[in-house]
């Protein structure tokens, strides 16, 4: 039987009165890459924070990972258990060595000093982070070094379960090609990736699983790569009315920007 890295059974989540995710279901095996897709504000980094267990929303259904029910567990205690997250936003650590972080995130995932070790040199090597082994944290980093750091770091520790937000959003063509690429490796036995990304552009590299689409905190349609390719040509609208869903009606303005502006920028008269 296959094996299942991440298994969510009506997955909710709400903060204050505000529900935004309403029952999210679906499964990851081992060895594969999930896509999901969804417009801006359907709950797609609501639901990596569920799943890496940050605070502040209340959450109910089910979250399984190799088995292993995560509800309650601390963020620490769920990357130790093997699930690690890449940010949209990547934070600053001042103060804390990339090199020595690796070290210490690797120790603590039981990994040996030896072969983290290996792991830092042969990964720094390949993502260029040879530089900023001694740097603190992402500090002056520009925004597609952070992501390549963040991508260094999941090579480095191989959890089970990586999630990954928006990794492609600031990257210039060749380092989404390059991360890519290193997203494509870590699809192996031990490791299953979860995307999330607004752009078809990094599924041409990477080609994932399975792409399901998000929208209003529920997945709303899961498929082939095909599914991105819908979006790509039609928008969410496409898939919207495919599903008989209420279609996003964006209001028309009333006047046109234009009209805000005259002809004669200085009007003397
Ligand atoms: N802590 C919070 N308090 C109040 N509202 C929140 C909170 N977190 C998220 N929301 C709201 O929940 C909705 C989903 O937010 P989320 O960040 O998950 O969207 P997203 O799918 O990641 O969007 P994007 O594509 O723009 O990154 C948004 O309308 C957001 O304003
Ligand atoms: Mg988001």
Redesign the pocket.
Known sequence: MERTALRLEGLEAS?GD?E?LKGVDMSLPYGEVHAIM?P???????LCHVLTGKS?YRVSGSVLMDGLALAGMAVDERARAGLLQAF?YPVEVPGLGLGVLMEEAADSLGITEEEAGARIASEARRFGMEPFLDRAVNRDLSGGEKKRSEIFQMAVLAPKVVVLDEIDSGLDIDTVREVAQAVSEMRSDGTAVLMIT?YSRILDYVKPDRVHIMIGGRIVDSGGPELADELEEGGYDAVRSRLGLAVHATPRPESKVSDLFTDTPFDFD
């Open positions: 903060v505000l935004i969804g801006n504000g359907s709950g797609k980094s609501t502040g949209q607004h």
